[in-house]
Each structure stands twice: as C-alpha cells, then as structure tokens.
Nanobody, 122 residues
C-alpha cells in the first residue's frame, strides 16, 4: 500500500502561482511513477503531469506545458507541482497519484490522494 497526501492548494488570482506537494508513505513508494491529475466540477478527471521514479522523464498535458513543472525528491518521498501563470480554467481539485508506468490515463495509477482544491479567480 502507498498513502498519498496532497497539500498546497488554495485561492490565487489569475496570473499567480501555487506549489502543490504530495507526500508518499508506505511500501515501495520510491519506485513508483508519480502523477498529478485534476478534476473540475462536472468534468472527467484529467491528466496534468507525471514523473518517473528517477525524476528524469516527465510528461505534461498540452494545456499546462510551459506553465507547470513537476519534480520529485526521492529522499523526502515527495513530488511537487509548481504552477505558474495560472488561469481560471486551471480551477479544479488536484490529485496526486502513484503507479507503475509513466502514462496519462487514470487507469494507469493504483494509488490516489484525497485531493486539494485550487481556485483561480479573475
């Protein structure tokens, strides 16, 4: 089992920045691919970014590429998502996830956090 706890969400104005963090605990946490997904009200959960266990390979959704940066600290068992130039359409609940492969679908991840709300106001 892997437990994931997100933090860092909140309210920010358009153009602002937020940094989300996810703390992983439990068995084999350092070997998993870590990803971030988000879900807006009435929408499907969608992929945002992912990083492999070495912290070398990353993947981003087109809508956030160039604005968001994912990173991980294996020693601290954390993965972070730095979000810059935020837009109103980035408003959603953001979920941390862990899985065996660097994929962009929800089915590819076995463990999920509870989510943290990000609200971008104009």
């Amino acid at each position: 089992q892997v437990q994931l706890v997100e933090s860092g969400g909140g309210l920010v104005q358009t153009g602002g920045s937020l940094r989300l963090s996810c703390l992983a605990s439990g068995r084999a946490r350092s070997s998993y691919v870590m990803g971030w997904f988000r879900q807006a009200p009435g929408e499907e959960r969608e992929f945002v970014a992912a990083i492999n266990w070495r912290g070398v390979d990353t993947s981003y959704a087109g809508s956030v590429k160039g604005r968001f940066t994912i990173s991980r600290d294996r020693a601290e068992s954390t993965v972070s998502l730095q979000m810059n130039s935020l837009k109103s359409e980035d408003t959603a609940v953001y979920f941390c996830a862990a899985g065996p492969s660097l994929v962009t679908t929800t089915r590819g991840y076995d463990y999920w956090g509870q989510g943290t709300q990000v609200t971008v106001s104009s």
